[in-house]
């Protein structure tokens, strides 16, 4: 199979790069390398650098790579940015989905695999309640609100054109090669300004001091485990939820990592960020029942800060 990447030289883009090539298929990724690096990417797929914004460009590169599948990673994935600048998130995250719809459609491709956000979303989710398809969505930042109508848009064009489309609700993904330089990645900035010995900051779930939002974090390895069925067909024309049922606060992640870390370095109160869910925690029936167990935060954790406090120079994940 021919499978095209968007995004392919970012965090999950890279990883989903990697499983797709073991699996024997030739490999193409689009990245404008603003957040991605070519060091992800790794020997054996085709680095293409152009803008999804740009459809002409994209439209080009598919029609002479000619995909099967494409894995649409690629997208602006600042909360905060999409409250400040929401037209600017809704370039990449909505008119930049059409326009790989539309190269989708006039060349061919079979499927298309769209990472979208379960936690954005769903909005609060109450003490006690999941996160779940078929939950009325609630969306609290531009970027949860582009983000839901590209879902819309991968609906028309699959009952429209015909397009087989799967949609991927992603809860807060950690791992290794996640960047610390940015805010989409706490674990990954956590563990930067730990392996530095500098202060961790606690944005607040209500009021400065208290323990910070909860969060559903799932290991990058079992979104790939989840991409690799859809990939296959296995969830066209659904939304399958990826996480893990689990919440855990700000200030207990921070906890745990400094304790796999070995790190004493201070934990600084802040007052909350706008946009920020209060609670998101996906339900992990449909995980469990299709992909199987979810790797255990712990463990996750003890991975990612020793692969994230080893200079990389090359794919090595």
Same mark, same amino acid.
């Given at each position: 199979m021919r499978a095209l990447v968007t995004g392919g030289a970012g965090f999950i883009g890279s990883h989903v790069v990697d499983d797709l090539l073991a699996a024997g298929h030739q490999v193409a990724v689009i990245d404008n390398l603003s957040t991605g690096s070519r060091h992800n990417v790794p020997e054996g797929a085709e680095l293409i650098e152009l803008d999804i914004r740009d459809g002409a460009a994209l439209g080009a590169a598919v029609a002479r790579f000619r995909p099967q599948l494409i894995s649409h990673h690629a997208a602006q994935t600042s909360v905060s940015v999409s409250v400040r600048a929401p037209a600017d998130d809704a370039a990449t995250n909505v008119v930049g989905t059409v326009n790989l719809l539309e190269a989708a459609r006039n060349h061919g491709v079979e499927r298309v695999v769209f990472a979208s956000t379960g936690g954005a979303i769903y909005g609060d989710i109450p003490d006690g309640q999941y996160g779940a398809v078929g939950r009325p969505p609630a969306p609290l930042s531009g970027y949860a609100c582009a983000k839901l109508a590209a879902e819309s848009y991968l609906d028309l064009y699959a009952r429209t054109y015909g397009l087989n489309t799967a949609i991927l609700r992603y809860a807060n993904i950690y791992g290794p090669r996640q960047d610390p330089h940015g805010e989409a990645g706490v674990i990954a900035i956590f563990v930067d300004r730990m392996h530095r010995g500098q202060p961790v900051q606690i944005n607040a779930r209500t009021?400065?001091?208290?323990?910070?939002?909860?969060?559903?974090?799932?290991?990058?390895?079992?979104?790939?485990? +989840?991409?690799?069925?859809?990939?296959?067909?296995?969830?066209?024309?659904?939304?399958?939820?990826?996480? @893990?049922?689990? #919440?855990? $606060?700000?200030?207990?992640?921070?906890?745990?990592?400094?304790?796999?870390? #070995? &790190? $004493? &370095?201070?934990?600084?109160?802040?007052?909350?960020?706008? #946009?920020?869910?209060?609670? &998101?925690?996906?339900?992990? &029936?449909?995980?469990? /029942?299709?992909?199987? $167990? +979810?790797?255990?935060?712990? /463990?996750?954790?003890? /991975?990612?800060?020793?692969?994230? +406090? @080893?200079?990389?120079?090359?794919? @090595? #994940?």
């Open positions: 009021q400065a001091g208290d323990d910070g939002c909860v969060r559903d974090y799932v290991f990058v390895g079992d979104v790939v485990r +989840a991409h690799h069925l859809a990939a296959q067909g296995r969830f066209d024309g659904r939304i399958f939820d990826v996480g @893990t049922g689990q #919440g855990t $606060t700000t200030r207990t992640l921070a906890t745990m990592l400094a304790k796999a870390m #070995g &790190s $004493t &370095s201070d934990l600084l109160d802040a007052p909350p960020r706008a #946009g920020d869910v209060q609670r &998101s925690v996906l339900d992990p &029936s449909m995980f469990a /029942e299709h992909v199987g $167990t +979810a790797r255990p935060l712990a /463990e996750g954790l003890a /991975e990612t800060a020793q692969a994230l +406090a @080893t200079p990389r120079t090359a794919a @090595t #994940g």
